[in-house]
């Protein structure tokens, strides 16, 4: 499938999620996984999102992530994986979006491309830390 008709497919329905869910008593993080993530990884982590059987790749199931990685496994791993700008795509996620880089784009829309000393944009930081935690909170 061309990535244009993917990334259209994952926004409409996104849009009207977005409208439907009360946002109230949700974290951060959770409203953001729920418009960006669950397309694909489902409302509840696992794998099972509306566009899931559409991709090459599945989605993993990311209430499992611990589990398999061990003590290997903290915030910074999966920021990093969600982030994306730092992974080569060869040998990674060819359909898992790079959020790093939407987030910064959008930052830099609004005109709020602040850089910190490391060249860190403060704005996706933010976005990439409230999804580790919820994603964090996914594990069993
Ligand atoms: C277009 C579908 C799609 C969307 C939207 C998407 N992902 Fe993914 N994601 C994938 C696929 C497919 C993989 C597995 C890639 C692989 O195995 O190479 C993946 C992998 C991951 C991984 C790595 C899992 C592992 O085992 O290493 C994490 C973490 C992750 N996604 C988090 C997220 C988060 C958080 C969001 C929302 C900001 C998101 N994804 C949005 C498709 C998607």
Redesign the pocket.
């Known amino acids: 499938m061309q990535r244009k008709t993917?990334l259209f497919l994952?926004l409409l329905p996104l849009i009207l999620i977005n409208s439907c869910v009360n946002a109230k008593n949700k974290t951060s993080g959770e409203i953001?996984?729920i418009n960006?993530?669950a397309?694909?990884?489902g409302v509840t982590g696992i794998g099972n999102g509306p566009?899931a059987s559409q991709?090459n790749?599945?989605?993993?199931d990311?209430t499992k992530?611990k589990q398999?990685m061990g003590d290997a496994f903290d915030a910074n791993v999966?920021k990093d994986?969600?982030d994306g700008r730092t992974m080569p795509r060869a040998h990674?996620?060819?359909?898992?979006?790079v959020?790093g880089e939407w987030f910064a784009i959008q930052s830099m829309s609004k005109g709020r491309l602040q850089e910190d000393r490391d060249g860190i944009n403060k704005d996706v930081e933010k976005n990439l830390d409230h999804?580790a935690k919820y994603?964090l909170s996914l594990q069993k």
């Open positions: 993917v994952i953001l996984f960006l993530c397309s694909c990884h566009v991709l790749t599945k989605p993993k990311l992530l398999k999966i994986r969600i990674g996620i060819p359909e898992m979006p959020w999804l994603v």
